[in-house]
């Protein structure tokens, strides 16, 4: 199991303990805390030197466990459903040059609320929608040899794909199962939306793609009700070998963030 913490390139992100500026900052407390890689938000490619960024990783030892991409549904509109033809592809577009990226970088690329968010009433046919403008992206992501991580996302969020029982559905009957696409599973969003986290790690068993951490209130682990031994130890038990990511808020403290993280993946490691 490797471990890794969200940076970002451009944008600041209430997920990363440093400013877009400093990433070179945030990546060398990475290093010193014992990290494998870093999960990369990148919002656009312009101007963004990805070499540069591939040896910066390198300098330091780290991978890149996924790229981040929601920012620019928020800055720019983008969505794979619910908008207009020319956003759709304007919106493909953006995640095959997210698929070039990781292709450089190694990693894989997440696909969580810049899919678009549906409603509950007309889910059926989001989904439909939504798997209709995925089968270009998996077909590149495929040539490629890059995973797409569909994210479970709370129904406060979004009304599609809140559980992990409902996203590994779709990835089943929706998209015919593609090898190219997994689950990015969220303990916080698992909290509010699973059954139970040891039912959904069997069900989703190698479908498991990524983690996210954070405690039940998105505090850093430990502030929350989260037995993180126990989900750890099942997640590890379960043959899962792939990225645990940090993406808690800098709660209850920046402080307790930059100062436990060390010491917290050391006894995960252990486990
Ligand atoms: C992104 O990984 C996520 O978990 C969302 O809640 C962001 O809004
Ligand atoms: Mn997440």
């Given at each position: 199991?490797?471990?890794s913490a969200t940076v970002t390139?451009?944008?600041d992100t209430i997920f990363s303990s440093f400013s877009h500026?400093d990433w070179?900052k945030g990546l060398d407390w990475m290093?010193e805390n014992?990290l494998?890689?870093a999960e990369?938000c990148?919002?656009?490619?312009?101007?963004?030197?990805?070499?540069?960024?591939?040896?910066?990783?390198?300098?330091?030892?780290?991978?890149?466990?996924?790229?981040?991409?929601?920012?620019?549904?928020?800055?720019?509109?983008?969505?794979?459903?619910?908008?207009?033809?020319?956003?759709?592809?304007?919106?493909?577009?953006?995640?095959?040059?997210?698929?070039?990226?990781?292709?450089?970088?190694?990693?894989?690329?997440?696909?969580?609320?810049?899919?678009?968010?549906?409603?509950?009433?007309?889910?059926?046919?989001?989904?439909?929608?939504?798997?209709?403008?995925?089968?270009?992206?998996?077909?590149?992501?495929?040539?490629?040899?890059?995973?797409?991580?569909?994210?479970?996302?709370?129904?406060?969020?979004?009304?599609?794909?809140?559980?992990?029982?409902?996203?590994?559905?779709?990835?089943?009957?929706?998209?015919?199962?593609?090898?190219?696409?997994?689950?990015?599973?969220?303990?916080?969003?698992?909290?509010?939306?699973?059954?139970?986290?040891?039912?959904?790690?069997?069900?989703?068993?190698?479908?498991?793609?990524?983690?996210?951490?954070?405690?039940?209130?998105?505090m850093f682990?430990?502030?929350?009700?989260?037995?993180?031994?126990?989900?750890?130890?099942?997640?590890?038990?379960?043959?899962?070998?792939?990225?645990?990511?940090f993406e808690c808020l800098n709660l209850p403290s920046l402080e307790t963030v930059l100062g436990e993280t060390g010491?917290?993946?050391?006894?995960?490691?252990?486990?």
């Open positions: 199991m490797k471990f390139l451009q944008y500026e070179l290093k014992g494998d890689g990369l990148i919002s656009n490619y312009n101007g963004l030197d990805i070499a540069k960024v591939k040896a910066e990783l390198d300098k330091r030892g780290l991978g890149c466990s996924t790229l981040s991409t929601g920012q620019a549904r928020a800055l720019e509109g983008l969505s794979l459903i619910g908008v207009p033809a020319d956003v759709r592809e304007r919106t493909q577009k953006r995640f095959k040059e997210h698929i070039d990226a990781a292709q450089i970088l190694g990693s894989k690329v997440t696909i969580g609320l810049m899919r678009g968010l549906g409603t509950q009433e007309t889910a059926e046919a989001d989904l439909k929608e939504l798997s209709e403008a995925m089968k270009p992206l998996i077909e590149y992501a495929d040539q490629k040899g890059v995973t797409l991580l569909l994210e479970a996302i709370n129904r406060y969020e979004t009304a599609l794909l809140n559980s992990a029982e409902a996203t590994l559905a779709f990835i089943k009957d929706g998209l015919g199962n593609p090898g190219c696409v997994r689950i990015l599973w969220d303990l916080f969003h698992a909290n509010i939306e699973d059954i139970r986290f040891s039912r959904s790690i069997r069900c989703m068993g190698e479908k498991l793609g990524h983690v996210h951490i954070a405690d039940s209130n998105r682990p430990g502030y929350g009700h989260t037995d993180f031994a126990a989900v750890l130890k099942d997640v590890k038990e379960s043959g899962f070998s792939d990225y645990c990511s010491a917290w993946v050391s006894r995960m490691r252990a486990l």
